[in-house]
């Protein structure tokens, strides 16, 4: 265990599973800066984390077309071909979930997820099982950095934020966690995040698997 942090708490997407509606319209578009305009004005970031909050995806999608339907192959392109989004697991992020795992911390996940689309996302990524708890916005009608979910993970868990590590791609759901007491790091790659862990002193300087093969 490392100093008074007992347990650990990652957010998914951005942290361990590379998320990017990009890889898709990037096939969809020919130009990129019709397919950033796109992204910015029709299938923003707003209307997607209703989809997070419990939105059904058919609602979403007949909604936005309702409202763009000079863009309509493109919005139920959205769910139809969400899969094409995603880039794999970072590695180098599920190589620190691994080293933690094998050192006996609790693992936590508090994701932005559609209830509809992460059991297809636990189905692709098998360390996503290596978590004890995983609490899913779309589950809960709730998302980050409302403050609220962050409730139910501690609620269901008996977690104490004081003795928790919480680790986030996005600065205002890292600034909701460090409000309620937890120790929260803001994530940037894969190496800057294993050097906090060490600060931290959960993890050592040299991976132990590392220097067992040395």
């Not at 708890?133 to 269901?156: A, F, H, T």
């Amino acid at each position: 265990m490392g100093g008074n942090i007992e347990t650990v708490v990652f957010d998914l997407g951005g942290v361990l599973i590379d998320w990017d509606p990009k890889y898709l319209y990037r096939k969809i578009f020919t130009d990129e800066t019709e397919m950033e305009n796109f992204l910015a004005t029709v299938t923003t970031n707003e209307w997607h984390m209703e989809q997070d909050r419990g939105r059904t995806m058919e609602e979403a999608t007949a909604s936005l077309i309702s409202r763009h339907p000079e863009h309509a192959r493109e919005i139920e392109a959205f769910y139809a071909r969400w899969d094409e989004m995603f880039g794999g697991p970072i590695e180098g992020s599920v190589d620190v979930l691994r080293e933690l795992r094998e050192r006996a911390f609790p693992l936590y996940a508090l994701t932005n997820f559609s209830a509809e689309t992460f059991p297809r996302a636990r189905d692709w990524y098998g360390f996503l099982g290596w978590f004890d708890e995983v609490v899913v916005s779309g589950e809960e009608g709730l998302i980050k950095p409302d403050k609220e979910i962050y409730g139910v993970l501690i609620e269901r868990t008996g977690l104490d934020p004081a003795a928790t590590v919480f680790l986030d791609d996005s600065p205002p759901n890292v600034t909701a966690a460090r409000e309620l007491g937890f120790t929260a790091v803001r994530f940037q790659s894969p190496p800057q995040l294993r050097e906090e862990l060490v600060n931290l002193g959960l993890l050592p300087k040299i991976p132990e698997r590392a220097a067992s093969d040395a």
